[in-house]
């Protein structure tokens, strides 16, 4: 019911975007390859990603507000309830004005899935998925496995001082993967398309599960879980002040990322 | 606006009693509105170490709201860290109710909103009163958002309902009955929950038992005291953050009662010499124990959890793990200053102690 639901909602809201995006921002190819997730999996069967594209940034205030110029329709006046909540936007001036806390070149938070969803197809893109998103935040390098846990450690306590008051720029954290994709930790969480990846019904979200998320045996993984559960608990109208996305794209890209955004109309 | 969850669980609305107990509640609602009221709401609700008083006969149904929220607060000297709160202080507020009583409990994910706790709502609750009058860790409210639970231990439901994690703007609401009388924490129930526990979310309900605990003499005081501990280390700016290290290793950087070093140093819990005192003692950990003394004073009756059954007598110490109660009657020999400490001297030197000062006997 809920999956449907959602579907009507994602084919309603696909009909109401316009215009064209001015350029798309950059993108990176992860190559595919396989990783263990932190849910329960079958053993000695890693979860397989194809290759893709995905921006090196989270999508900021500046180009967030583009896209509002050539679709009035995701403006925070105009947004109908049911693709985002009423938190949406709400630390901006106006409906094309970010805050004065938003700089520009931030990224863009308390966002729908919705109005997530709707950009990256403006972008002629789409959100990443769980995996693929996961898949390339833990394509990290780390020389050994003391540094890997000492990086997850920070992270657990970014996880317990994050400021919404105070987002920096997009680059700004210095962490980066082995592709050059940027701020997947310490800058704020991203939408991906499939936030509530479906659970054995043995699996729920409670304090049991913490432990059998350890599959990776590290720290590490202890850090992914709270982005499991912080997600899961999330609605697709869900705006909150550190949450914010990213696009990706399929491979091979048949069309130049930079000089041929796609022209579509999205709306709600 | 009004959106429900689309979340589908089992209905358990068949209400049954066993042993004069009430079983089978409604499923819990959670859906979105645009509460911008008080965030602790209910008659029977004060700030640590105060008890209200029940003054009612019989049972009653209690309608409550403890809104879930991010305060920035102090909890030793020069220690401050943005805590995940119930009600805004850590521990959360204390509940009372009767043993029998049901709860219709409301609680609203306010941690991606500015939420105040030094403005008493109109007829809110005696806790805002307090925490208003008395902001000992000097609160400020903070944003910072996360998903949330409540798990009462006084509740006897599906988890899998009334426990479910809500979203920031998100609202629960679920029914309960307390059915056995004893002094019981609360907690957020959320993954990691060693996190969100130690980052602040816990509390107690103190269910009274409804024909009292002993015959033979009525008490002159009633105290609620809370031990927890805090895992945090210096973080980037002038705040402290969690410890996530500490905390898998239970080496705690502050054991505190009622939520600060010196609180109960500062604010005595006060009696006369020759008066019972009736503390209501929690270990809310959220993973050490506790052995719990008060220099000078032997506990002359001590009743395990809280459960006027479970009786022992001439206690000099009481061990409790974590999530785990007493409540625990003596006798103030003599006018002077009594330490309340956690007899695990390590976490004493981390703040578990306070101070009960007897004044003359009268
Ligand atoms: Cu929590």
């Known amino acids: 019911m809920k999956n449907r639901i959602l579907h009507i909602l994602t084919l309603a ?239 091979p890209l048949t069309r130049n990322l930079y000089s041929e955004p796609a022209l579509r109309e999205v709306l709600p | 606006m009004l959106l429900c969850s689309f979340t589908a669980l089992q209905a358990q609305s068949l209400e049954y009693q066993i042993d004069g107990m009430t079983f089978g509640m409604p499923e819990a609602r959670v859906y979105t509105d645009d509460y911008d009221g008080p965030p602790v709401v209910g008659d029977y609700i004060s700030m640590l170490p105060n008890l209200v008083p029940l003054d009612y006969e019989g049972n009653k149904h209690h309608h409550i709201r403890m809104d879930t929220m991010v305060q920035e607060i102090e909890v030793a000297n020069g220690v401050r860290y943005r805590a995940w709160t119930f009600g805004g202080t850590v521990p959360g507020p204390v509940i009372h109710v009767k043993e029998g009583d049901r709860i219709t409990f409301t609680m609203t994910n306010r941690s991606d909103e500015m939420v105040t706790i030094t403005e008493p709502g109109v007829a809110s609750s005696q806790f805002l009163e307090q925490t208003a009058a008395n902001n000992f860790m000097d609160a400020q409210p903070s944003i910072m958002p996360m998903p949330h639970s409540m798990d009462f231990h006084s509740g006897t439901v599906a988890a899998s309902d009334k426990w479910r994690t809500i979203a920031p703007g998100q609202t629960i609401e679920f029914d309960f009955v307390a059915n056995y009388p004893g002094t019981y924490i609360y907690h957020c129930g959320t993954p990691s929950v060693l996190m969100h526990t130690a980052m602040g979310q816990h509390g107690v309900m103190v269910v009274s038992p409804k024909d009292g605990y002993t015959d033979d003499y009525e008490v002159d005081r009633e105290y609620v005291v809370v031990q927890s501990e805090y895992y945090l280390r210096p973080g980037a700016g002038e705040l402290y953050q969690y410890d996530f290290e500490g905390a898998q290793n239970v080496n705690p950087s502050h054991v505190v009662f009622n939520g600060h070093q010196s609180i109960l140093h500062d604010q005595p819990l006060k009696a006369n010499a020759g008066e019972r005192v009736r503390i209501h003692f929690s270990n809310n950990g959220p993973s050490g124990t506790s052995s719990f003394h008060i220099i000078g004073a032997i506990f002359d009756r001590v009743w395990m959890e809280g459960h006027p059954f479970n009786e022992m007598r001439g206690m000099q110490t009481v061990l409790l793990g974590a999530s785990s109660s007493a409540t625990i009657d003596f006798i103030v020999p003599e006018e002077g200053s009594y330490t309340l400490i956690d007899h695990e001297f390590a976490d004493a030197e981390k703040g578990a102690t306070g101070t009960l000062i007897a004044g003359p006997r009268k």
């Open chain 1, 13 to 251: 809201a696909a009909l109401l975007l316009s215009a064209r995006p001015s350029m798309a921002q950059e993108a990176v190819e992860i190559p595919g390859g396989s990783f263990h997730s932190i849910l329960p999996e079958v053993e000695g069967k890693p979860l397989e990603v194809e290759s893709f594209y995905m921006d090196v940034t989270a999508v900021t205030n500046s180009e967030f507000t583009e896209f509002l110029m050539e679709n009035p329709r995701w403006r925070r006046s105009q947004i109908p309830a049911a693709f985002a909540g009423e938190g949406y936007l709400r630390h901006w001036q106006d409906d094309l004005t970010p805050g004065e806390e938003s700089p520009a070149d931030a990224p863009v938070t308390r966002v729908s899935w919705f109005a997530a969803n709707a950009y990256c197809g403006w972008k002629g893109g789409r959100l990443p998925t769980l995996d693929e998103w996961e898949y390339s935040a833990q394509l990290m390098e780390f020389d050994t496995p003391a540094q890997s846990n000492a990086f997850a450690s920070e992270l657990m306590g970014w996880y317990s001082t994050v400021n919404t008051d105070n987002i920096r720029s997009v680059g700004s954290t210095g962490i980066v993967n082995k592709y050059g994709v940027r701020d997947q930790f310490g800058l704020i969480m991203e939408w991906v398309e499939d936030f509530e990846p479906p659970m054995g019904s043995d699996f729920q979200l409670n304090c049991g599960s913490m432990g059998r998320m350890q599959q990776a045996g590290n720290l590490y993984s202890y850090a992914a879980s709270v982005r499991y559960m912080t997600r899961m608990s999330f609605t697709p109208q869900t705006t909150t002040g550190m949450i914010g996305f990213r696009c990706a794209y399929d491979a």
